[in-house]
C-alpha cells in the first residue's frame, strides 16, 4: 500500500467517522430541540400560575382587609351597645335607689317604719 492508498484510506475511515457522528448528532439535536419548546412552555406555565398567584394574593389582601373593616365595625358597634347596656343599668340602678330614699321618706312622714 502506497501513500496516496494509506491517505485515502484514512479519508475514508474518517470520512465514515464523521457520517457516524452526524447520525448521532442529528437525534441529539431534535432532542435539543424538544427540551427547549418543553421549556418555553414550562416558562409560559410559571408565568402564568405566578400571575394567578399574584392575583390570588391580591384578592385574598382586599378580602382580608374587608374583615378587618367588618371586624372593626362589629368590635364598635358591641362595645357602644354593651356601653348603653351599663349606661341603662346604672340609669335603673339609680332609679331604684331614688324610689328607695322616696319610699323611705314616706314611709317616715306616714310613720309607718319599716314594711
Not at 399574584?54 to 371586624?71: C, S, W
Not at 354593651?82 to 335607689?97: G, V
Request: charged share 35%; proline share 1%.
Amino acid at each position: 500500500m502506497n501513500n496516496d492508498e494509506k491517505i485515502l484510506k484514512a479519508l475514508e475511515t474518517l470520512q465514515a467517522g464523521q457520517t457516524r457522528l452526524e447520525k448521532t448528532i442529528e437525534p441529539l439535536q431534535s432532542d435539543i430541540s424538544e427540551v427547549k419548546q418543553g421549556q418555553q412552555q414550562i416558562k409560559e406555565n410559571v408565568k402564568n400560575v405566578d400571575m394567578k398567584v399574584e392575583a390570588f394574593n391580591h384578592k385574598l389582601d382586599a378580602t382580608a382587609e374587608v374583615i378587618k373593616v367588618e371586624i372593626k365595625e362589629t368590635t364598635e358597634r358591641e362595645t357602644k351597645a354593651i356601653s348603653e347596656l351599663f349606661n341603662n343599668t346604672f340609669e335603673r340602678l339609680d332609679k331604684q335607689e331614688e324610689i328607695e330614699k322616696r319610699l323611705e321618706r314616706v314611709e317616715k312622714h306616714l310613720h309607718l317604719g319599716q314594711l
